[in-house]
T-cell receptor
Framework: DTAVSQTPKYLVTQMGNDKSIKCEQN?????MYWYKQDSKKFLKIMFS???????INETVPNRFSPKSPDKAHLNLHINSLELGDSAVYFC???????????FGDGTRLSIL | EDQVTQSPEALRLQEGESSSLNCSYT??????LFWYRQDPGKGPEFLFT???AGEEKEKERLKATLTKKESFLHITAPKPEDSATYLC???????????FGKGTTLSVSS
């Protein structure tokens, strides 16, 4: 069983479109995250979320919004996609903020 | 500002040639330092967590150590399957997210 799964694995779309990436974890963790990995392979936190609070990295444009229908899911919605949004997006989860995070295999987003 | 710097950026080793990867960090009040391995097209895979200076953790050919300013990942007698990018991260000052370094890409040839 995959612990943290993301769909889709690849997403190719046009500038200006709105898209969503889904993430599910079956580890029973309380905390989930979204990271962006750029072309230089640098991983940067976008959001941290548990059932108590949402922590937003201040550099993330408000076109990006996380939505959590329940504790096992944290989806990422992106409005008005731009060329600079092209990257690999990783979802992760952990039992708590200071515990090891388990990552999905990423969603490669390409903007045409 | 919380920061993680890894060196070298890339490392090429012959099979059996031991070496070390460095991770230096600046964060107020370290709450945890994490080592991950990332293979191409995959997400980072957790290796170790270190919480206090002097702590050491081992797994197969890998050993992680921690001082007050840096961590080392020692690779003993590496094999080609150890080839990957190794990422170091620290929990940020707020304790809510990991700050990653840019990684060291290790290539081991037979």
């Amino acid at each position: 069983d995959t612990a943290v799964s993301q769909t889709p694995k690849y997403l190719v779309t046009q500038m200006g479109n709105d898209k969503s990436i889904k993430c599910e974890q079956n580890l029973g963790h309380d905390t989930m995250y979204w990271y962006k990995q750029d072309s230089k392979k640098f991983l940067k936190i976008m959001f941290s979320y548990n059932n108590k609070e949402l922590i937003i990295n201040e550099t993330v444009p408000n076109r990006f919004s996380p939505k959590s229908p329940d504790k096992a899911h944290l989806n990422l919605h992106i409005n008005s996609l731009e060329l600079g949004d092209s990257a690999v997006y990783f979802c992760a989860s952990s039992q708590d903020f200071d515990q090891p995070q388990h990552f999905g295999d990423g969603t490669r987003l390409s903007i045409l | 500002e919380d920061q993680v710097t890894q060196s070298p950026e890339a490392l090429r080793l012959q099979e059996g040639e031991s070496s070390s990867l460095n991770c230096s960090y600046t964060v107020s009040g370290l709450r945890g330092l994490f080592w991950y391995r990332q293979d191409p097209g995959k997400g980072p895979e957790f290796l170790f967590t270190l919480y206090s200076a002097g702590e050491e953790k081992e797994k197969e050919r890998l050993k992680a150590t921690l001082t007050k300013k840096e961590s080392f990942l020692h690779i003993t007698a590496p094999k080609p399957e150890d080839s990957a990018t190794y990422l170091c991260a620290v929990l940020n000052q707020a304790g809510t997210a990991l700050i990653f370094g840019k990684g060291t890409t290790l290539s081991v040839s037979s």
